[in-house]
């Protein structure tokens, strides 16, 4: 993996390269398939598509002005999912076992005419896209219709208009959507972080993570597999862009699958790149994302090659620095593993010395309204500890910053792992409520009702 060589001058990340990694964390364990030991890609795409071409993309309708988020996307593009490419539905979970997926034409992820980012896909006419059909032909029998959170009417502010006047952004950015209720069974809440075995580095058919979501006692799951990137970009991680929509089909067969079982829900872990963001806008109107989690990864070779420099502590305040950047572009709904950072030399990391840059940021991204993640995987990582740590999580608490929690599982195993863990750091921070999203719509839950539906849920699945 391209990690392996991400240290390039620094002292020697090999240690916080290899395992900071959220992405490409090692195997943590055996895992239900033993198979490779290795982080060995386990190609599990379904099939490949053989059509890379950029698909139809609504032209930016988005203004992306800072501070206002989107007023939540009015109508999706024809979302092009083949019909086609819907992998075998039935096997639930026939992983280990999983063929030898075709040596595809390795991992090249098409590269792009264009030798630069941006690639501006021209709209181009897919062969029945054009229809109204507001949904993916696949989507039709897939997620539950569950939660519809009403049509919450937004400040939406999408005129780029200079706004006359700097109104309290904040509270006006991202309002949140009336909370559905529990499952019969208990069950409110969702983990908002987890892979597919389309990024090489995760393992598991969605429908295991489903299934130990239900042990978990949770209610829904959001897949949050690695977006594709144009240009080559740190290939190894992810899905490539021929293969967004098996990604999209894979999900809604798990969402099918599990239909009044639990609510499977469509994310992206959409990387943020300076220079990158027309092609990231463009991505997101794909499909229609229930959420958008925004992702600063340090360790890719190609973050590191432009912004280490200088001491350690200057390279993690460029990452916080672009970490407030990546929400005030408007993309995304929350911000994942917001230290990540500090599994780049875990053993010099020190909270205090770049305590006021992190201040900064988080002033910058309360005034977005952009949620911010807790992530529990953080444990497994170089730098023991979820993230972020809980001296920020309080700092986070004070600017009401909305705190989502995903279990980042790139194995089923892991699907809300240390949720309660998590649940109690968050109120030891002072938080009160905890979120998640639906249709890029936030829905606030009380964090006392979440842990009660946990272990009620779990009880009863049990
Ligand atoms: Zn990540
Ligand atoms: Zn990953």
Redesign the pocket.
């Known amino acids: 993996m391209s990690k392996k060589k991400t240290p390039p001058k620094k002292a020697a990340p090999s240690k916080s390269s290899a395992k900071a990694?959220?992405?490409?964390?090692k195997p943590v364990k055996a895992a239900s398939k033993p198979a490779s030991k290795k982080p060995q890609p386990p190609k599990a795409a379904p099939k490949p598509v053989k059509k890379p071409a950029p698909k139809p993309v609504k032209k930016a309708a988005k203004p992306a002005p800072k501070a206002a988020k989107k007023p939540v996307q009015a109508k999706k593009a024809p979302a092009p999912v083949k019909k086609a490419a819907v992998p075998p539905a039935k096997k639930v979970a026939p992983t280990a076992a999983k063929a030898p997926a075709p040596a595809k034409k390795a991992v090249k992820p098409a590269p792009q005419p264009a030798a630069k980012p941006l690639p501006k896909p021209a709209p181009t006419p897919t062969p029945a896209a054009k229809a109204p059909a507001p949904k993916p032909a696949v989507a039709a029998a897939v997620p539950a219709p569950q939660p519809a959170p009403a049509p919450v009417v937004e400040a939406p502010a999408p005129a780029p208009a200079p706004p006359p006047k700097p109104e309290p952004v904040k509270s006006a950015a991202k309002s949140s959507a009336p909370a559905p209720g529990p499952t019969k069974s208990g069950a409110l809440f969702y983990d908002s972080h987890m892979?597919t075995p389309l990024?090489k580095?995760?393992w598991g058919e969605p429908e295991e993570y489903a299934q130990q979501a239900i042990k978990a006692g949770l209610k829904g799951i959001i897949f949050t597999c690695?977006a594709p990137m144009p240009n080559g970009f740190w290939p190894t991680?992810r899905m490539s862009e021929s293969e967004f929509d098996t990604y999209v089909a894979l999900v809604q067969r798990a969402a099918a699958a599990y239909k009044g079982k639990l609510h499977v829900c469509l994310g992206i872990?959409s990387e943020w790149f300076p220079g990158y963001e027309d092609y990231i806008r463009q991505l997101h109107e794909r499909v229609e994302f229930d959420y958008v989690l925004g992702a600063v990864h340090w360790q890719a070779k190609e973050y590191l090659a432009k912004f280490e420099s200088g001491t350690i502590e200057n390279f993690r305040r460029i990452y916080f620095d672009h970490l407030a950047k990546s929400a005030e572009t408007g993309l995304y709904d929350c911000l994942a593993h917001p230290d990540l950072v500090k599994n780049y030399h875990p053993d010099s990391w020190c909270f205090a010395i770049i305590k006021n840059s992190v201040a900064t940021c988080l002033d910058r991204i309360a005034a977005t309204g952009v949620a911010m993640e807790l992530n529990t995987s953080g444990l497994n990582k170089s730098y023991s500890e979820m993230n972020p740590g809980n001296e920020m999580l309080r700092m986070m608490a004070e600017r009401k910053i909305p705190i989502v929690v995903g279990s980042?599982a790139?194995r089923a195993q892991r699907v809300g792992e240390h949720f309660v863990t998590a649940l109690n750091n968050l109120t030891e921070a002072g938080y009160e409520h905890v979120s998640y999203f639906q249709k890029r719509q936030r829905i606030d839950l009380k964090i006392s009702d979440v842990l009660a539906s946990l272990k009620k849920a779990a009880d009863h699945n049990a």
């Open positions: 990694k959220n992405v490409a964390k892979h990024c580095h995760a690695h991680v872990e980042d790139h």
